[in-house]
Every structure is written in structure tokens, then in C-alpha cells.
């Protein structure tokens, strides 16, 4: 399977304005070169999963929620805010320097004991750095309960861990990816992403972490984050953010290899960027691919208030294992 089972027929790829009272916008949707905006109230680092007919749109903190939900039958409709996925909190997250507990870049996937298993990045109290915990509930929509009193991976007094996602292969071989950010906190070096075998119950490590891209060119300023791992026909496709999310620079690209655990080669240029949107998204980055590959969702910066990023949606098409931005959105 993909990287999380999602079936949604792609001739559904048509969306449209906002026009529920209850929806998660703030006014009309906005539409840029081959995208199309679908939330637009803060809703940083989505992850679409999409379970019996309905998808679920996770995404950081804000506004009150551990982990933000949204739901929608159809992607033609509108996208309805959700109780907290993530209500209580296990009790190695605290408040950050700024009282924030930073729970950010949460990511679910189904399980094969029927299970949901909700992986989040959140700010460890007594080391004071980000780590990644997990949780697990009996529906996507949650309550999703954590799983230990600890963080799932951690690195106290190194640098923060984060943006963790899961990836499932066609074997069934399943693996958590995530950032580690050592280097560039101690500032000797990029950061850099990493996937460490897991077991059928996704937390338990069956093998080694393997390192599979470092933030090695300039226009990535040091950073390689938010990796979302795809299996095609012809191989493997690694989607990742690079630059810093808030920079004005942000943007998203991918690299290819014919093994999950590579060597991965970065294709040139960026797949997601503000000019390849047309100058209308800035700092397009966080993103998950679903619709059977067919959409890639992210966020994007909105104009009011500042740093507050809202969700949108892009379709694409491929060409091997090459994904191209289609420029014409279905509307």
C-alpha cells in the first residue's frame, strides 16, 4: 500500500468555495496557479488521511487544540472543524520558553488491528527540546490516547525531532520518517531526514535509522523537513519542505530512488514554490499527498494575521516517478 491507505476516486477532484457557516474559512477561498485554497483559518502542516468515504484533515496547534481535526465527505464540500484528536496530553509535554506546548505536524495511519495510530511532533519538558510521541485511538476521528508516559524518539540535550511521518510498503514494511535537527541547532551542520524501521504496532524499532537526505543546497538554507514518502509504480518518490517555513523562501520538492531506504536523488528546481504558483502562495510547504497520489495538500501563508498559514490543495499528475503541479485545478 501507499503510504497510508486512502481511497478517494480521483474524478472528485473538484473544489470548490467554502459555503458552510460551520466550514473552516474566513470568507471566499482563494485560488493561485494550480491550487486552490480550502481552509482558510490557520491550519499549519496538514495531513490528509482518508478512511470509509471520509477524509481528515490533521494539523498543528492552535486556537485551543493539541491536534487540530477537519473533516470532509467530499471534496467538493466543506471542510468541518472536529473535536481536539488529541485531548489529553502525556506527561512529558510542557510549555516551551514561550508557553507554548508546540504540538505540531501530527500524522495518522491505520493499523492492521483496526487501530489508528496518530504520530505528533511536541515540546519535551525536561530536556526542552521537540520530540515525537504517539497515540492511538479506534477512529481516525479520535480520541486518540497517548501510548507511553515517554516520547517515541528523542534527543535531550542534542536538538529537536520532528515532523514525523509513517509510511507503509506494499510488503507491508512499515517505517516512521522524521527530521532531526541536531546539526543545524548546534550549528555544525544541516538537518537532516531519517527513517527507522518499525513493527506492525508502528512504535516498536524493528532495525536501524537510516539517514536519507541532508539539506545540501544553498536554496535549502540548512533545512529539509516535513518528509512524506510516496511508493510508485517505478519506485519511490520522498516529497520534503526545504528553506525555513517562515523565510518567504519556503517551498516543497522531492527526491527519487528505487528503495525506501535509498540513495534518494533531490530532482532540480522545486515542485511547490511562489513562482511556480503563480506568486500567489507564499512559503508553500507541509504537505501530504492522498487521492491515491492524485492531490497534494499544504500550507500556505495567509494575508491576515501574520503567520497564520491556512490548507490548500493542488492537483498533480505523474510522469514516472516525477509528480508535475497540474496548472488548471479542477473547478
Known sequence: MPRKCRHISLTAVILLLLMSPTALASGRTERADGARQVISRNFPDPDVFTYDGTHYAYATNTAGYNVQLATSTDPTGSWQQRA????????????????????????????????FLLYYTAH???????????AVAESPEGPFTPTSPEPLICAPGQGDVIDPGSFIDDDGSRYLLYKDSR????????????????????????????????????????????????????????????????????????ATASSPTGPFTKAPGALLSK????????NPGGQDVFDDDGLIAFHGDLPEPPGDRGMWVAELRWEGLNPVLSREISS
Open 275 to 282: 513562482r511556480a504558483l503563480g506568486g500567489s502562495v507564499t
Open 124 to 134: 519535551h519538558t525536561n530536556s526542552g527540546r521537540q520530540c515525537i510521541g504517539a
Open 183 to 254: 546539526g543545524a541547532r548546534a550549528r555544525s551542520g544541516p538537518s537532516t531526514i531519517h527513517m527507522r524501521p518499525v513493527a506492525d504496532d508502528g512504535i516498536t524499532p524493528a532495525g536501524q535509522d537510516i539517514s536519507l537526505l541532508s539539506a545540501d543546497r544553498p536554496e535549502e538554507s540548512g533545512v529539509v523537513e516535513a518528509p512524506a514518502l510516496l511508493r510508485r509504480p517505478e519506485g519511490y518518490v520522498l516529497l520534503y519542505s526545504g528553506n525555513t517555513f517562515d523565510s518567504g523562501d519556503y517551498f516543497t520538492n522531492y
Open 84 to 115: 481536539d484528536a488529541l485531548p489529553q496530553l502525556p506527561p512529558w509535554i510542557g510549555p516551551s520558553e514561550t508557553g507554548s506546548l508546540n504540538v505540531w505536524a501530527p500524522d495518522v495511519s491505520a493499523r492492521d488491528d483496526g487501530t
